[in-house]
């Protein structure tokens, strides 16, 4: 079998747009969605801003029984279940309803951790001798697939559901996770996506190695600064993007909207050699997973339009750059557009590939390429590698053809998948 | 108390006749349809209700409207109430 794979759906619960319609605008006008965090500042944080979608009782109330919502904290659930609901209805499918769940369609659906607040809840619960009171819900909520087991439930999936965990590529391979298993014929659909809960208790850990910026706790909105020779660290983030994949066959025959095609991408690990740690990539893996990417999708180097890169507004920006450089063996004015949506939302973690692919669509379907926003004073070292004409910082409203995406994580993972635009065939 | 009942009840289940109809032969999981790990949130309800607590074994026999009125009255007469 070697199906074509279509993206039919889409569904994002962002920090500058908690639904599909608001998050387009907001990316094509270079709307941010970070925010001073009186919590983070409360609890003496370096970092005192961050990205969290908003959602409302009302909304909430759309996508959960009350009975659910009766305590209900992990945030990573909520966002998780209503992007990927809204990608579901985007794709104009809808919920089983009967005793037979839909054998052909299934969910790849990541996170890093689950429910974390609900987590730090039930040990305070254990701690205090009170085991016997932590109610039904701790370990649906805790569990790292409570959010896949939530969608399974809510949509009656019957093929694959699980949820994937590769850090801050967990959201671009659970999308080449599925797409593989709809290639190789063993599911017509899958709901892929990946989420991220909020909070002080997922971000901590990354305000103690000082990756998180420090700098702009009063002036949020300039604070996460991809390839700018003043970035000083990200802004932690969080949410969830939500992507329906189906055969093209499946596709057609339904008469589905087609937003882009899954040309094919390579997900690898650096090892932790050479320049590889624990929280720096091999520039060499990194290498080799986009040009692994271009083989498997059957494309040369020459044909990327558009990079929707990783770049966190760290100082690793300029390795990143310097890794794209090489392996497209493209430079200058010869280098594709590039962007990353960290400057508007920051790093959403877990959901971050997720995010960034439904961003990534949505420009190759709508015909534009976002701006990048607090990149204006670019770093001097990316500047040596690509002209600035190729680094928007206004929305280009122009079509293109082919888009790489690409993540890499803690751990040294690396993911990179290729986007084409889909025109009748 | 059954009216107690009722209202701790009502959120767990969406078999509304017989939550209407709710009598001391109401049973939880045959009738209410109530699934077994809500069965717990139950008896967490009815604690913190009657301000009691109930026992394991206690609590596994709690299946029922009039099984439920039973532990909640011997629990309050052992607390002295």
């Given at each position: 079998?070697?199906?074509?794979?279509?993206?039919?759906?889409?569904?994002?619960?962002?920090?500058?747009?908690?639904?599909?319609?608001?998050?387009?605008?907001?990316?094509?006008?270079?709307?941010?969605?970070?925010?001073?965090?009186?919590?983070?500042?409360?609890?003496?944080?370096?970092?005192?801003?961050?990205?969290?979608?908003?959602?409302?009782?009302?909304?909430?109330?759309?996508?959960?029984?009350?009975?659910?919502?009766?305590?209900?904290?992990?945030?990573?659930?909520?966002?998780?279940?209503?992007?990927?609901?809204?990608?579901?209805?985007?794709?104009?499918?809808?919920?089983?309803?009967?005793?037979?769940?839909?054998?052909?369609?299934?969910?790849?659906?990541?996170?890093?951790?689950?429910?974390?607040?609900?987590?730090?809840?039930?040990?305070?619960?254990?701690?205090?001798?009170?085991?016997?009171?932590?109610?039904?819900?701790?370990?649906?909520?805790?569990?790292?697939?409570?959010?896949?087991?939530?969608?399974?439930?809510?949509?009656?999936?019957?093929?694959?559901?699980?949820?994937?965990?590769?850090?801050?590529?967990?959201?671009?391979?659970?999308?080449?996770?599925?797409?593989?298993?709809?290639?190789?014929?063993?599911?017509?659909?899958?709901?892929?996506?990946?989420?991220?809960?909020?909070?002080?208790?997922?971000?901590?850990?990354?305000?103690?190695?000082?990756?998180?910026?420090?700098?702009?706790?009063?002036?949020?909105?300039?604070?996460?600064?991809?390839?700018?020779?003043?970035?000083?660290?990200?802004?932690?983030?969080?949410?969830?993007?939500?992507?329906?994949?189906?055969?093209?066959?499946?596709?057609?025959?339904?008469?589905?909207?087609?937003?882009?095609?899954?040309?094919?991408?390579?997900?690898?690990?650096?090892?932790?050699?050479?320049?590889?740690?624990?929280?720096?990539?091999?520039?060499?893996?990194?290498?080799?997973?986009?040009?692994?990417?271009?083989?498997?999708?059957?494309?040369?180097?020459?044909?990327?339009?558009?990079?929707?890169?990783?770049?966190?507004?760290?100082?690793?920006?300029?390795?990143?750059?310097?890794?794209?450089?090489?392996?497209?063996?493209?430079?200058?004015?010869?280098?594709?557009?590039?962007?990353?949506?960290?400057?508007?939302?920051?790093?959403?973690?877990?959901?971050?590939?997720?995010?960034?692919?439904?961003?990534?669509?949505?420009?190759?379907?709508?015909?534009?390429?976002?701006?990048?926003?607090?990149?204006?004073?670019?770093?001097?070292?990316?500047?040596?590698?690509?002209?600035?004409?190729?680094?928007?910082?206004?929305?280009?409203?122009?079509?293109?053809?082919?888009?790489?995406?690409?993540?890499?994580?803690?751990?040294?993972?690396?993911?990179?998948?290729?986007?084409?635009?889909?025109?009748?065939? | 108390?059954?009216?107690e009942l009722?209202g701790i009840?009502?959120?767990?289940?969406?078999?509304?006749?017989?939550?209407?109809?709710?009598?001391?032969?109401?049973?939880?999981?045959?009738?209410?349809?109530?699934?077994?790990?809500?069965?717990?949130?139950?008896?967490?309800d009815v604690e913190e209700k009657f301000g009691?607590?109930?026992?394991?074994?206690?609590?596994?026999?709690?299946?029922?409207?009039?099984?439920?009125?039973?532990?909640v009255?011997?629990?309050?007469?052992?607390?002295?109430?």
């Amino acid at each position: 079998m070697n199906n074509r794979v279509v993206i039919t759906g889409l569904g994002v619960v962002s920090p500058n747009g908690a639904d599909l319609e608001t998050f387009r605008n907001a990316i094509r006008n270079g709307v941010s969605g970070i925010k001073h965090d009186p919590e983070l500042e409360k609890l003496q944080f370096s970092c005192q801003i961050s990205g969290k979608p908003e959602i409302d009782a009302e909304r909430l109330a759309q996508y959960f029984s009350p009975l659910e919502l009766r305590g209900l904290e992990s945030t990573g659930i909520i966002y998780g279940v209503i992007a990927a609901m809204d990608a579901w209805k985007d794709a104009g499918l809808l919920p089983i309803n009967g005793d037979e769940p839909d054998w052909d369609s299934g969910s790849v659906f990541g996170t890093g951790t689950s429910g974390i607040d609900k987590f730090r809840e039930a040990i305070y619960k254990v701690d205090a001798l009170q085991v016997r009171k932590l109610g039904s819900t701790v370990v649906a909520q805790t569990m790292n697939s409570g959010v896949s087991a939530y969608l399974s439930g809510k949509l009656g999936l019957g093929n694959q559901v699980c949820t994937n965990s590769s850090a801050c590529a967990t959201g671009t391979e659970s999308i080449l996770m599925a797409f593989e298993r709809i290639k190789t014929g063993r599911a017509t659909r899958m709901l892929a996506g990946s989420t991220s809960d909020s909070g002080p208790y997922i971000w901590g850990g990354f305000d103690a190695i000082k990756v998180c910026t420090y700098k702009h706790n009063e002036d949020p909105e300039a604070g996460c600064r991809p390839m700018s020779q003043s970035a000083s660290g990200f802004a932690p983030g969080s949410g969830a993007g939500a992507l329906v994949l189906e055969t093209l066959a499946s596709a057609l025959e339904r008469g589905a909207h087609i937003y882009a095609e899954i040309l094919g991408g390579h997900v690898n690990s650096g090892g932790q050699r050479g320049t590889g740690t624990m929280t720096a990539p091999n520039r060499t893996g990194v290498q080799r997973c986009i040009t692994m990417a271009l083989k498997e999708a059957g494309i040369e180097k020459q044909e990327v339009d558009v990079i929707n890169a990783h770049l966190t507004a760290t100082s690793k920006d300029v390795m990143e750059i310097e890794n794209w450089v090489t392996a497209l063996e493209r430079r200058g004015t010869d280098f594709p557009y590039i962007n990353s949506i960290k400057g508007m939302i920051g790093h959403c973690i877990s959901a971050a590939g997720s995010i960034e692919s439904v961003a990534s669509v949505l420009q190759l379907a709508g015909d534009f390429i976002f701006p990048n926003i607090n990149s204006e004073d670019l770093h001097p070292d990316i500047e040596k590698m690509v002209a600035r004409e190729r680094i928007p910082t206004i929305c280009l409203n122009q079509q293109f053809n082919i888009l790489a995406k690409a993540s890499f994580g803690f751990g040294d993972v690396n993911a990179c998948i290729i986007f084409k635009r889909y025109e009748n065939g | 108390m059954i009216v107690e009942l009722k209202g701790i009840l009502t959120p767990y289940t969406e078999q509304a006749e017989a939550l209407e109809n709710l009598s001391e032969e109401t049973d939880f999981i045959k009738d209410l349809q109530i699934n077994s790990a809500n069965l717990v949130d139950v008896v967490l309800d009815v604690e913190e209700k009657f301000g009691i607590e109930i026992d394991n074994d206690s609590m596994a026999k709690m299946l029922t409207v009039k099984a439920a009125i039973e532990i909640v009255e011997t629990k309050l007469a052992e607390s002295g109430r």
